[in-house]
């Protein structure tokens, strides 16, 4: 039986290898409880590095035009990355 | 001359840059008893007994006034009670008066009290971290509201403290929308002696973390308004004979060397977290709300505004 894992990198620029700035772990497997400010120090220095250890990319954040009068406006993170792992558990 | 120790240019600049002013353990330690002792006892775990229910009656029971949105900070507190002493204490008089200005208004207050494992096992709740968020809803105002964060007594690592993100302030998003970003670089925890109060940019990114000690964690958040009523709301309300005249730009990117220490310098400076481009289009808010606490339109820093500015073809 298989049980998802969800690692959520965002990053300095588009490029999927520049640096970390933020991240987020999500466990199917209920083995460990990640949570908001758990760990100070990102799991990976880039998004490479994640797929070097196994990581498997599922989705990326799209470059979007920047809507007129509204260029200076800053909200959310804009380089997500979702990558995803499939991890045995015992039924 | 308000009589008031008011916070100098380099000060402001480092709340206009990061959102947050820190002081640590600037409140009496007499004071910190007495607002303990009105806040009053809060009850021991009892299996099957849910943790609302028990923080309902531990606000019910506090000695901390209902008081109604928008009434004057200067009437909110009854005299001689704890919260009263608090935000007459000149420290925060100074710091409040230099962010909000004149007659603030009183918006809302809440005690956060944060349960050890104990309480959660009892209730059958799990014990996790607050999702970080931005208070009240989206802002789009250049005027901001503070938030005074009070710790009564000393918070350690493990106890939780509130997790804040430096320089989130002037992003504007929807309260917890942002609840998927677990780490931030660059993300602060709080702990701290007894006494230190934390002012906050009403939209500075923040949660509170959990407790694994086996002590209860009691911080107390008011938030204040400026008073659009005012003559005189939150501009230039800061010691403004700190302010430094700026006779031209600095030089900028082929510089030979670190450049001395200014409230150009505070403002130019990065936060681990910032992306590469908009880290860029922070500096440019930033020098929009220096702008605005300044009252000088045409102030800038390394060129950000100025460039943008230019309308050559017009």
Same mark, same amino acid.
């Given at each position: 039986m298989q049980r998802q894992k969800i690692l959520v990198l965002y990053t300095a620029?588009?490029?999927?290898d520049s640096p970390v700035i933020g991240w987020s772990v999500y466990d199917g497997t209920g083995q460990t409880r990640p949570m908001a400010? /758990?760990? /100070?120090?990102?799991?990976?220095?880039t998004g490479v590095d994640a797929l070097k250890d196994g990581w498997r990319l599922i989705q990326a954040a799209q470059l979007l035009p920047h809507a007129r009068g509204a260029e200076f406006d800053l909200a959310y993170l804009k380089y997500e990355f979702f990558f995803e792992q499939f991890v045995e558990v015992q039924p | 001359m308000t009589g008031l120790p008011l916070l100098n240019a380099q000060q402001m600049a480092q709340f206009v840059a990061r959102g947050f002013l820190r002081l640590d353990g600037v409140v009496p330690e007499a004071l910190n008893a007495q607002f303990l002792q009105e806040m009053g006892e809060i009850a021991p775990p009892v299996p099957g007994r849910g943790l609302m229910r028990t923080y309902g009656e531990m606000l019910a029971k506090a000695g901390v006034p209902e008081v109604a949105a928008g009434t004057p900070l200067g009437q909110a507190y009854p005299e001689g009670s704890a919260l009263a002493k608090l935000v007459q204490l000149p420290v925060v008089a100074g710091a409040i008066r230099s962010l909000v200005g004149e007659d603030p208004i009183f918006d809302h207050h809440f005690l956060h009290v944060t349960f050890p494992p104990a309480y959660h096992e009892a209730s059958g709740g799990e014990n996790v971290s607050q999702h970080t968020h931005q208070d009240s809803t989206i802002d789009p105002r250049t005027a901001f509201d503070i938030q005074i964060m009070y710790y009564p007594h000393d918070v350690t690592r493990e106890m939780g403290g509130t997790r804040f993100v430096p320089g989130t302030h002037l992003r504007r998003v929807s309260e917890?929308?942002?609840?998927?970003?677990q780490n931030i670089r660059g993300q602060q925890h709080m702990v701290c002696e007894p006494g230190t109060l934390l002012f906050i940019h009403s939209g500075i990114w923040h949660g509170g973390g959990v407790n694994l000690s086996d002590r209860t964690r009691t911080m107390f958040k008011i938030r204040i308004n400026p008073n659009p009523r005012s003559s005189r709301t939150q501009v230039r309300q800061f010691d403004v004979s700190t302010l430094v005249p700026q006779n031209q730009q600095r030089p900028i990117f082929y510089v030979k060397g670190p450049l001395p220490p200014s409230v150009e310098q505070t403002l130019m400076t990065p936060e681990?977290?910032?992306?590469?481009?908009?880290g860029r289009l922070e500096f440019l808010n930033r020098i929009r709300l220096w702008r605005y606490l300044t009252d000088d339109p045409t102030y800038d820093a390394d060129y950000w505004l100025t460039r943008v500015e230019n309308l050559a073809e017009v």
């Open positions: 620029n588009s490029a999927l400010g /758990d760990q /100070d120090e990102p799991p990976y220095r | 917890v929308a942002l609840g998927r970003y681990p977290w910032f992306e590469q481009d908009t």
